[in-house]
């Protein structure tokens, strides 16, 4: 194993995530979703395939015993994706981030629920701990959607944060789709049939009304498929060189690089709450992670 250039690549995973959510940003909503989503993902299966070819075998690895399964994780997968984006219309880059911490903790909750995983008290505990980070997340948000002259609530902001909390229970979702498909299907299977379902469920959004997309916006929507393909990516190599216990904590650095490109090129900044409360989720996480090496290691010994 090469610790250090799973780490890397895993940075990498996470900035290539970030920019993808910036371009989708940067369309500021003028671009249907649905229509956001079928870019997103046809043009991510160009740098996949081309990948799967370097690897060799190509039909192998696409090879799939479970079809079934890639299509509970295609649709619960567009969900996250579909809400994300419409999360990001009202919201800024970095809470919009921040928000989909919660997705662990809703992976948590529903493994307990719907694969009878047995759960130890340290996990529950980060749950708790996660939870009133996304409390003190949300409290903040919608204290700074009061006007100080009418003390009435806008609804902006609670849209996207409602948006957001239901992209994290799809992605959520996802996740524990994912996790029963890993025991019977090749990576690359997963990925190739999750592009491809997302590109035709976008595609079957072109009836509800796509517009023609101006340069600019044809490059984001572009770029957002590209960074998204190689997102993917670069997670799968980095898991060659490192564990994905030593990996995960590395996956709060999009708050790090949600936080530079909206300062840079989207002239937005997170509130400090929400930073504190971010923080405190992300803590929740490596707490996990620390407990759950710990009990190896005692195990081992």
């Known amino acids: 194993m090469n610790l250090k250039l799973g780490v890397l690549l895993k940075i990498a995973a996470c900035l290539c995530s970030t920019l993808m959510l910036a ?40 090879k799939t015993k479970n079809l079934l399964g890639h299509f509970i994780r295609g649709f619960s997968g567009t969900g996250g994706m579909y809400f994300n984006y419409l999360a990001l219309v009202y919201i800024s880059l970095a809470d919009a981030t921040a928000l989909s911490y ?34 003190i997340m949300l409290s903040a948000s919608l204290r700074a959607e009061h006007t ?35 025991g019977i299907e090749k990576p690359g299977a997963i990925v190739f049939y999750f592009s491809v379902m997302t590109t ?28 998204g393909g190689m997102a993917q990516i670069l997670v799968t190599l980095s898991l060659r060189f490192s564990d994905a216990s030593l990996l995960a904590p590395f996956d ?8 530079m490109i909206g300062y840079l090129f989207l002239n937005s900044l997170p509130l400090p709450s929400t930073l504190l409360g971010a923080g405190v989720v992300a803590s ?18």
């Open 23 to 62: 371009c989708v940003k940067g369309l500021h909503g003028a671009v249907p979703t649905g229509e956001v989503i079928f870019f997103r993902s046809f043009v991510a299966l160009f740098p996949l395939l081309g990948w799967l070819t370097l690897q060799g075998n190509v039909i192998d690895n696409l």
């Open 200 to 227: 035709l469920i976008g595609l079957a959004t072109y009836y509800w009304g796509w517009v023609v997309p101006s340069r600019q916006q044809l490059l984001l929507l572009i770029g957002c498929g590209l960074f």
């Open 148 to 182: 100080a002259i009418s003390g009435t609530l806008h609804s902006g902001m609670t849209v996207g944060i409602i948006f957001a909390l239901v992209a994290a229970l799809c992605t959520a979702t996802s996740n524990i789709q994912i996790r029963f498909l890993t």
């Open 102 to 135: 919660a997705a662990p903790m809703f992976t948590v909750i529903m493994a307990v629920i719907l694969l009878k995983e047995h759960v130890r008290i340290s996990r529950w505990l980060a749950v708790i701990i996660g939870l009133c980070g996304i409390v």
């Open 252 to 259: 709060y650095s999009t708050l790090v690089w949600s936080m």
């Open 284 to 301: 929740a996480g490596i707490f996990t992670l620390w407990s759950e090496q710990r009990r190896r290691r005692w195990v081992k010994g």
